[in-house]
């Protein structure tokens, strides 16, 4: 064994876990502990939502995960996320379209921006924004437990 490194010499090494894996173990373990038993198409959910970088509808996770499972029904995934919402492992957001769109809960506190002509979600932070709502809070007496801040607009034209 190579002390040094306490590396065992000639071993391959494990390679480390991408975020999107690290996702995909927690949601499977918030299902087990939910009493859901562990198949391969809730496994291909959890891939699929583990790896999204954009804000998908059950339908939208349902498309993606069809293509690889065509034996997957659309109940499935409409379960499962509305178990990992009820266990905090993921966000529900109904923006204006009326569409249940979902994200990792792990992420940063951020807000959205909807592109109301193309429906894109657009996540920024802002200090400053982030500094006034807590004056506006205190200036009211109140303390920020938690929010939600969703700004809809339209593409300006090109002048």
């Known amino acids: ?31 087990k502990q939910a009493g859901l038993r562990m198949t391969q198409q809730r496994r291909l959910i959890l891939r699929i939502l583990s790896e999204a970088n ?3 509808d059950a339908k939208t ?7 690889h499972d065509p034996t997957l029904a659309v109940s499935t995934v409409y379960r ?3 178990l990992l919402g009820e266990r905090g492992a993921i966000e529900r957001h109904a923006f204006d379209d009326g569409v249940s ?16 002509e193309t429906g894109q979600v ?15 809070a205190a200036e009211l007496g109140y303390d ?3 929010h939600r801040l969703e700004l809809y607009g339209r593409r300006r034209k090109a002048d």
Do not use: W
């Open 80 to 82: 499962t996320m509305k």
């Open 1 to 31: 064994m190579d002390t040094a490194k306490g590396k065992t010499a000639g071993m391959p090494q494990a390679l480390p876990r991408t975020a999107a894996q690290n996702r995909a173990v927690l949601f499977e373990a918030e299902l």
């Open 122 to 136: 657009i996540e920024f932070t802002s200090d400053e924004i982030e500094r006034l709502q807590a004056k506006i």
């Open 101 to 116: 769109r979902y994200e990792h809960a792990d992420q940063k506190h951020h807000d959205h921006l909807i592109d109301i």
């Open 54 to 56: 954009d804000h998908p």
């Open 144 to 146: 920020i437990v938690r």
């Open 61 to 67: 996770i349902f498309g993606r995960a069809f293509a």
